[in-house]
């Protein structure tokens, strides 16, 4: 089991930063993929970013790259997603999600589907 939890987000003006966290407890996030989504009012769940734990490597929702930067801290069991020039549009609760350890499902990383672990989420507010 893995317990997910978010922090970080917040109120800010439109062109402003903030940076979310997502901290693993339980098991670690070695050997998995570890994502953020986003979810506004009336919308559906959508994907922002993903990071494979062991090698590292990043994938963007096109909306998000050149603003958005997703990373990883090994030590301390922890993925962040620095978010720079925030759009209205960004406004959403911000979920942390990861997979089973060394999935060999066939979902990408941009599936919801894909991962059995979410956070509780986290509320980002841009205004104009």
């Known amino acids: 089991q893995v317990q997910l939890v978010e922090s970080g987000g917040g109120l800010v003006q439109a062109g402003g930063s903030l940076r979310l966290s997502c901290a693993a407890s339980?098991?670690?996030?070695?050997?998995?993929?570890v994502a953020w989504f986003r979810q506004a009012p009336g919308k559906e769940r959508e994907f922002v970013a993903a990071?494979?734990?062991?090698?590292?490597?990043?994938y963007y929702a096109d909306s998000v790259k050149g603003r958005f930067t997703i990373s990883r801290d090994n030590a301390k069991n922890t993925v962040y997603l620095q978010m720079n020039s925030l759009k209205p549009e960004d406004t959403a609760v911000y979920y942390c999600?990861?997979?089973?350890?060394?999935?060999?499902?066939?979902?990408?990383?941009?599936?919801?589907?894909?991962?059995?672990?979410w956070g509780q989420g986290t509320q980002v507010t841009v205004s104009s």
């Open positions: 999600a990861a997979d089973l350890e060394y999935y060999s499902g066939s979902y990408s990383f941009a599936h919801t589907a894909r991962y059995d672990y």
């Open positions: 990071i494979r734990w062991s090698a590292g490597y990043r």
């Open positions: 339980g098991r670690t996030f070695s050997s998995r993929a």
